[in-house]
T-cell receptor, first 117, second 112 residues
Framework: DGGITQSPKYLFRKEGQNVTLSCEQN?????MYWYRQDPGQGLRLIYY???????QKGDIAEGYSVSREKKESFPLTVTSAQKNPTAFYLC????????????????FGAGSRLTVL | QKEVEQNSGPLSVPEGAIASLNCTYS??????FFWYRQYSGKSPELIMS????GDKEDGRFTAQLNKASQYVSLLIRDSQPSDSATYLC????????????FGKGTLLTVNP
């Protein structure tokens, strides 16, 4: 079955540590995204990538880094510079972005919940 | 700053009633509009998308878009307890083909 796999599902981090969240898709989608969700809040865009070896900052990129070396993979590193990293992280993908007709829509992974101890 | 506003709720309706969820957005030049359903602890799943003024129906769900008034709504007919979830409104603004702006969501509870 095609889909997006995120791992780990739950992750605990000590202050000052970097952690990397994995996101793999087998949908053959060109675009991939990372969102952050805090309790009672909507989704905020961290980074997105339209094609391999290219990515752009979203609205809250500070303290995060990404790479896109393969079409299928878009890992997110939460660095020690991110002061409040406890959140629910969602990876998503779409086929060549979001067209004006809405033909291409976001598909989400199951999410990774990061807690800072 | 482009914004998407939703009533935070919670919205509580009895089983079988119509649930009405509303969303307003700040920029007239918007292209696509989406409603996602998110169960507690789970990831969002697409319920409806709408791109032109008017109504779009899919089973028990109807999306309504009014670009002049800058609002989009979701009606759920014959509400079921399984509809209890947070509903997220998302807008794709023109020139942002790779970005969706999400509202904070409305928590809906359907009481048996």
């Amino acid at each position: 079955d095609g889909g997006i796999t995120q791992s780990p599902k739950y992750l605990f981090r000590k202050e000052g540590q970097n952690v990397t969240l994995s996101c793999e898709q087998n949908l053959n989608h060109d675009a991939m995204y990372w969102y952050r969700q805090d309790p009672g809040q909507g989704l905020r865009l961290i980074y997105y990538s339209q094609i391999v070896n290219d990515f752009q900052k979203g609205d809250i990129a500070e303290g995060y880094s990404v790479s896109r070396e393969k079409k299928e993979s878009f890992p997110l590193t939460v660095t020690s510079a991110q002061k409040n990293p406890t959140a629910f992280y969602l990876c998503a993908s779409s086929n060549s972005g979001l067209s004006p007709s809405g033909a291409n829509v976001l598909t989400f992974g199951a999410g990774s919940r990061l807690t800072v101890l | 700053q482009k914004e998407v506003e939703q009533n935070s709720g919670p919205l509580s309706v009895p089983e079988g009633a119509i649930a009405s969820l509303n969303c307003t957005y700040s920029d007239r030049v918007s292209q696509s509009f989406f409603w996602y359903r998110q169960y507690s602890g789970k990831s969002p799943e697409l319920i409806m998308s709408i791109y032109s003024n008017g109504d779009k129906e899919d089973g028990r769900f109807t999306a309504q878009l009014n670009k002049a008034s800058q609002y989009v709504s979701l009606l759920i007919r014959d509400s079921q307890p399984s509809d209890s979830a947070t509903y997220l409104c998302a807008v794709n603004y023109q020139g942002s083909n790779y970005k969706l702006t999400f509202g904070k969501g409305t928590l809906l509870t359907v009481n048996p």
